[in-house]
Structure formats: structure tokens, C-alpha cells
């Protein structure tokens, strides 16, 4: 465990920013990429232009992605993360707070390329925010852990391209067993996603830095 934590690359603000920028640039491409209808030889042209520009990026390339520096919850350091990574294009990305009582919350709105059901947001992209979100809840009890159990009760459909509320909070630590429970809700307040979750401290703890 201990070894995921070291080994890695911190950027700094100004490195992080352009990296982030650069991250915006891809997800908007993802999006076009998914919703255009150009022509087959134009989608051909396009691709091999961002086989050009993928090579220019792996021509200096890291061996892990990096860590940003640490913010005031020291929570925020994974910044290539899949939910919360402003550095990921996969992640939407979700900026989730964590308050001093420990609760967790987060407005995001998820466009198109997160779609399962038609107009509706994929299960597994719910469990995916639940699961960060959850994490982090846990992991502001101070004692962060790897999930054990993820539990997800789909209520409702929850739609694309409105705004989302996620909330977590951890509700008890029993030994290395942190349980923590949430909920994803729609803009009229509804609750669309249930989710608990119990987390597992590992035996040696993850390195604070
Ligand atoms: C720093 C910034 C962070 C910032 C916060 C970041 C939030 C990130 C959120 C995302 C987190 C993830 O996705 S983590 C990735 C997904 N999860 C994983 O890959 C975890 C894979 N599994 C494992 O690594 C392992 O199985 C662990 C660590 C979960 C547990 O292994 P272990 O530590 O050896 O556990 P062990 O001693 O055998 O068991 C301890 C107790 O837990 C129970 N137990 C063990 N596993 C399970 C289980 N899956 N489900 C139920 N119960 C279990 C045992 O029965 C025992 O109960 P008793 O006899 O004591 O009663």
C-alpha cells in the first residue's frame, strides 16, 4: 500500500494549471467526439492529428501520473484521480469539499459521454463518484482505507446536464473498519442514488506524503 503513495512527481501550481488546462481541452474533445457527425474522412483526418498530438505529449512521459501539492484538507493531492482529477480527461471532474463536521459535498452536472440509459447517467459512473466520495468521507475521520464494500441503491434515473448534489458522511470507525454512507440528488432535491460503503485502513498506513 505504502508504496502507492511515494515515488511521485509533486507539481507545482503553475505546472499543475497548464496540465489542467490542457486535461479542460481533452474532455472537450471527448464530448465532441462523441456527439459530432462529421464525415468518415473527416473523422479520419482529425484522428490522425490527435495521433500527432499524442505523440508529442509521450515524448516526455512520467512513469505514474503526478501529485499535486497538498491543500488545506490534505485530501486534494491526487489530482489525476477519475473523479476529481482536474489532471484526468476521464474524470468529470467532481470538486468535492470536505467540511470541518466531516461532511463531504460536491454540485457537479455530467454531459454526454458519462450517458448509459439514454439521457440518464451510467450506473457504474455513480458508483464511481459514490465511491470517491464515500472515500473521502472516511478518510476525514482520519483514518483513510481501501473500499471493502460498495453498496449502491439506484432510487430514481439520474439525467444528464443538470445539476447533481453528492453528499457522504462517515457515520461510525470500528477499528480499521471505517463505514460511511451517501447520496446522489437532482436539482429538485430528489434523491436518485443511495450508497454505504465500508472502508478498510490498511495495516501500514498511507504515507502522509
Ligand atoms: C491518503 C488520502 C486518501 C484520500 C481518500 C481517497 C478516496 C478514494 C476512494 C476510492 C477508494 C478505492 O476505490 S480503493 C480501490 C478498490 N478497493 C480495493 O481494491 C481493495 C482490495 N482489497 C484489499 O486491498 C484488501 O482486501 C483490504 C485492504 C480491503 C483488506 O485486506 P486486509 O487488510 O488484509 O484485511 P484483513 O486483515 O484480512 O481483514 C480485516 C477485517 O476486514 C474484513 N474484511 C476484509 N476484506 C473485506 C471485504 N472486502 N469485505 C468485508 N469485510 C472484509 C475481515 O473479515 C476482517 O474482519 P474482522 O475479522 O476484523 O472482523
Same mark, same amino acid.
Given at each position: ?29 471527448? =464530448? ?82 458519462? =450517458? ?94
Amino acid at each position: 500500500m505504502r508504496e502507492v503513495f511515494v515515488d511521485r512527481d509533486v507539481l507545482s501550481g503553475d505546472d499543475e494549471a497548464e496540465l489542467a488546462a490542457l486535461a479542460a481541452r481533452v474532455r472537450e474533445l471527448a =464530448e465532441a467526439m462523441t456527439l459530432t457527425k462529421v464525415e468518415p474522412a473527416e473523422a479520419a483526418s482529425v484522428a490522425a492529428e490527435i495521433a500527432a498530438l499524442t505523440e508529442r505529449l509521450k515524448a516526455a512521459r512520467r512513469a505514474h501520473p503526478p501529485f499535486g501539492t497538498v491543500g488545506e484538507s490534505g485530501l486534494d493531492r491526487q489530482i489525476a484521480n477519475p473523479v476529481t482529477g482536474r489532471l484526468n480527461p476521464l474524470a468529470p471532474p467532481v470538486d468535492i469539499e470536505v467540511s470541518e463536521d466531516g461532511i463531504v459535498r460536491a454540485e457537479f452536472t455530467l454531459p454526454a459521454v458519462y =450517458e448509459g440509459p439514454p439521457t440518464f447517467v451510467h450506473g457504474g459512473v455513480s458508483a464511481m463518484i459514490m465511491d470517491q466520495a464515500l472515500g473521502m468521507a472516511a478518510a476525514a475521520t482520519g483514518t483513510p482505507g481501501m473500499t471493502a464494500t460498495l453498496e449502491t441503491r439506484y432510487r430514481r434515473p439520474t439525467p444528464l446536464g443538470v445539476p447533481l448534489t453528492v453528499e457522504a458522511k462517515a457515520s461510525r470507525v470500528e477499528g480499521r473498519k471505517i463505514y460511511a454512507d451517501g447520496t446522489i440528488s437532482g436539482p429538485d432535491g430528489r434523491v436518485t442514488v443511495e450508497a454505504s460503503a465500508m472502508f478498510i485502513a490498511p495495516q501500514s498506513a498511507p504515507a502522509a506524503s
